[in-house]
């Protein structure tokens, strides 16, 4: 016993020297920050589960199987991809501040798992993983908007560019030492770099596929429910839990700092869910639970650019705002621009991850306006907000517009009607759920 | 009277519902159902391997009818469902003896409601 006793408090020693080496010049791995960094991935990496129930609560039986193919898919898709050539663009070596130099770490060429990644403690290989499993949640949130109508190859190639070059030029701007990062503009986690990019992408898509039949006929805005309000909820609840790795991992440290991170990350979450149950409450006479389920995805999109930067006081405002803007952006985009989003990803991750990046310049308490910090840094947030819409935006259209010449991007009227599972995958969701086939 | 039964294609309900709703037939009862006839199911792969599905899910639409609305309900359900393609499905008028209103104990042509030239007037459609 005494030798491994003795062993033990040998290693102790080791790991302690470890983490003050790590602290004092950020060369040596930290097995602690390591290990926090690995659970904050395989947290995030849970929130493609919650894209897939969400997705498939919110949308029709017929085309459960498709929407589940194409979260598989696009996770998948993001290891792979990411690992030739995304992650170089984005932490290369910057290229005039426009993108990271591809080749620096393509195919993860000297990334190793006992070298630290630099200005960290923490390995290169778990920096690696936890940024796949961004670029992957970036590409996910397409998924919804376009569904139950995208040709599920267009789907493939679009998933393919999104995560090989247009997620990585913002990720390069923001955090990889890119035009944006040089402004000092602050997103933590990810309220640009992730939500605002998957939203904007998703609404490229619906504006290039349009509306699904039905959804404007006969000059009416029709409602077509989910499936599924239970699956929506399960899948909403678990990205609140996967965002406790997404906002407190982006910290690349153990620390008392990232307790902050996930007070503010549960109380915008929170803030957003009141906030949205009360107002379609007041408007509606019934609190809605499916934009409830949205409220709170709000909330935690709101929280993560500032989630280490704002008081949790503050946290709750900015969870409220973005539980009230859901709801009126939703209408906005259903009503009265006629824009078919099946699962409101425009509106939860494109807008409230704007406002998420604004409210920074706002709430921050080093910098932010209402702190006496002056405008420098709300505006440098609404630069960050402005050139990544427009940036991704476009790039995100024309890559639509070119699938759809190539290949076309909607599958054929009958497809559509009868449904994408069946077509597509050649099987249903639910085959003998009520009279066995 | 007479009771009309449509097996119909699942994803034609709205186009039903709408057409019915323009001729005056404001009532029906749907039921989910499988069934098969000359198309004998389609080809499922399930994990990599092919099943035989024979049944196919349908929808049986119930409508109980005055004698002056067969022809309108049944050219109704026609319209909005037929593609021409084997599966559109079949229709079936069935004599009705008797109607029930059960909240109001009306019978017969009373009870089924609606503008029917049968019906006494004073009843209001359902």
Redesign the interface.
Known sequence: MEKYNNLFIGLLICSILGFYVGAEDGSAISDLDTLWVLIAAFLVFLMNLGFAMVETGFTRSKNSVNIIMKNIMTISLAALVFMVVGFSLTFGASLNGLVGDPFEFSFLSGIEADAAWPGTSVSELAFFIFQMMFAGTAATIVSGAVAERIKFIGYILFAIIIIAFIYPVIGHWIWGGGWLSELGVIDFAGSTVVHLVGGSAALAGALVLGPRI?KYADGKVNVISGHSIPFAALGGLILWFGWFGFNPGSNLAVGPEIALIAVTTNTAAAAGAVTTMLVTWLRSGKPDTAMTINGFLAGLVGITAGTAAVSPLAAALIGMVAGVLVIFSVEFFDSILKVDDPVGAISVHGVCGAWGTVAVGLFAIDGGLLYGGGAGLLFAQSVAVAASAIFVFATAFATFKAIDLAIGLRVTEHEE???LD?NEH???AY?DF???? | MKLIIAYVRT?SL?AIKAELDERKVHRMSVT???GCGVQKG?????RGASKV?????NLRIEIAVNDDFVDTTVDGIIKATRTDEIGDGKIFIIPLQDCIRIRTGERGPDAIGGESKYASGSSADD
């Open positions: 039905g009607v009868t449904g069946i050649g099987m249903i085959p009520e009279v066995p086939a | 994803e709205d989910r159902g499988k389609y080809l499922e792969s399930y599905i024979n049944l196919l899910s």
